[in-house]
């Protein structure tokens, strides 16, 4: 099983990175976490096939991560996906979804894809199954609009991933991430502590409790890019791949 980061910018595309989206492959797992606005150009550019990937899972309804949806959808349409597609989020992730495909493609909500798609809301603490992915949300927190916020406990094919998406420290990442093979955390910051997201120096301070095999930073601003040389952690870049 592998992970590779198609992006793993911030809002604002600092360093030039695309937006946060993640894909997943194993021997029957293909699934992307998040899809922000520049995923389906990152994508192409990394020679990823679309119509293989089963579901997409969404943290939060902020642009840099769930933006790039109409234009995936679109993609799929036109390129004649047949293949069933899954959408999982938070609680008013359907209606979210048509808003945004109006506000950027009028009619394309009301248009019958070729493809069954299934949009599903996730709630906070419930797993829920979608084949061999095994997806608990935890409620991370990340301002008033774009919300509900969730971190991602992924389940699949015997490994563990875990994503804290866009927070500020909140204790509900401790079980999200304790002992998973692979816990992707944003470190927008290296110590400065501001509201709705999380510094490298405040995580550190939690590592030993959530207990991590492996740790990736991402989602960085030029205050983290300028320091990539000299951190003691991997950190994400565009087209990266990890191993699982």
């Known amino acids: 099983m ?14 030039g ?9 194993g021997e029957h797992s293909n699934f992307l976490i998040d899809c922000g606005a520049s995923s389906l150009p990152a994508m192409k550019r990394l020679g990823i096939a679309r119509d293989g990937i089963d579901l997409i899972l969404i943290t939060h309804f902020h642009g ?30 359907e209606a979210r979804l ?18 069954e798609l299934s949009v599903v809301a996730l709630r906070p603490e419930e797993k829920r199954s979608f084949g061999e992915v095994k997806v608990t949300p935890y ?10 916020f969730l971190a991602y406990r992924i389940d ?3 490994r563990v991933i875990a994503y804290s998406a866009d927070t500020e420290w909140t204790e509900t990442l401790v079980p999200a991430a304790r002992g998973a093979d692979l816990f992707i955390a944003e470190a927008y910051y290296y110590e400065k502590i501001v509201k709705n997201h999380l510094s ?27 320091r990539l040389d000299s951190l003691p952690h991997v950190a994400a870049n565009d087209g990266m791949i990890v191993e699982l």
Request: charged share 20%; net charge negative.
């Open 2 to 15: 592998r992970l590779q980061f198609i992006g793993c910018g911030d809002a604002f595309g600092s360093g």
């Open 17 to 25: 990175r695309s937006n946060t989206c993640f894909h997943v492959t």
């Open 64 to 93: 840099d991560h769930f933006g790039g949806l109409p234009f995936f959808l679109l993609d799929a349409q036109f390129t004649r996906r047949s293949r069933p597609l899954v959408i999982a989020g938070p609680q008013g992730i």
């Open 98 to 115: 048509a808003h945004l495909m109006e506000a950027l493609f009028e009619n394309s909500s009301k248009t019958k894809q070729r493809f």
């Open 139 to 148: 409620p991370v927190v990340h301002g008033e609009s774009g919300g509900p």
């Open 156 to 158: 699949v094919e015997g």
């Open 200 to 226: 490298l120096k405040t995580l550190e301070a939690h590592l030993d409790e959530i207990d991590t095999r492996r740790l990736v930073l991402t989602h960085m601003s030029d205050d983290m890019l300028g």
